[in-house]
């Protein structure tokens, strides 16, 4: 059963009681770089108030101004964060998968409450926990707390060059950034596309990215049926990519 019939049969905010029983068995190890990193002392603290989910494409899981409810560790989904602007258009202005965490910025905050909406770009599985036990934890480990500060900063680096790649960089640079930035933090080679979806993460028209993505797919940088688009000459679509790749591309966590 794929993720799409999972969440026919559960809806987009249930999650799957086969599912959770499967990898309750897992061991320690999960798929989210910043568990991973975990000392063992640490895993041990924060992993009995995790719990495994499915998160579906196009499922939002914050609107803004929302009270942050959960924090989610993806391992396969991917989650875009968005800025809505003036005219009603939405731009991403960061992406975390398997390498962070959703949510954990707010609760560095005043108030736990999102600034701006996210929603999944791939479907796949992550690990949630409540946040209100997350708190918690964080003021009761001062090591917890200090670790995960290092996160905070990268994800703050992260929208700082994407204001800066928005506003300076072309739309060719910005699709290949991206693309390069999704399959980093999913691992398929095939990713869950369409050009609509991506010409409003990228806050453009959809007849430019129609027009790229062509031009990528005639230089065999790229192929795509409907739904999908698979890189299939990564080395030139890193070439072809903005520098902001480098700056924000893929980092893995240390404590």
């Not at 803004?64 to 989650?79: C, G, M, N, Q, S």
């Amino acid at each position: 059963m794929d993720f799409r019939e999972v969440s026919q049969s559960i809806g987009s905010n249930d999650y799957s009681e086969s599912y959770s029983g499967i990898t309750s068995e897992r061991t320690s190890m999960t798929g989210n770089s910043i568990l991973n990193a975990m000392p063992l002392e640490m895993s041990r603290l924060l992993k009995p108030s995790l719990k495994p989910v499915l998160l579906t494409k196009e499922q939002f899981l914050y609107q803004e101004e929302d009270r942050l409810d959960y924090i989610y560790f993806p391992e396969t989904a991917v989650v875009s964060e968005f800025k809505i602007l003036e005219d009603g258009r939405m731009v991403e202005i960061s992406v975390t998968g398997k390498e962070g965490a959703v949510g954990i910025s707010s609760m560095f905050s005043d108030s736990h409450f999102m600034a701006n909406c996210t929603q999944v770009s791939q479907a796949g599985t992550a690990q949630r926990m409540d946040a209100e036990t997350f708190d918690k934890i964080l003021r009761s480990n001062e090591k917890v707390r200090t670790s995960l500060s290092h996160f905070v900063d990268l994800y703050i680096r992260q929208i700082s060059q994407k204001a800066i790649c928005n506003m300076y960089h072309s739309v060719r640079e910005r699709l290949c950034t991206w693309l390069l930035m999704l399959q980093d933090r999913c691992g398929r080679q095939i990713l869950n596309l369409t050009h609509e979806q991506i010409a409003r993460t990228l806050g453009v028209y959809r007849p430019s990215i129609t027009c790229i993505a062509q031009e990528l797919r005639e230089g065999k940088l790229i192929s795509y049926s409907r739904g999908g688009i698979t890189i299939r000459d990564r080395r030139r679509v890193e070439q072809s990519a903005c520098s902001c790749y480098l700056e924000i591309g893929f980092a893995t966590p240390t404590f």
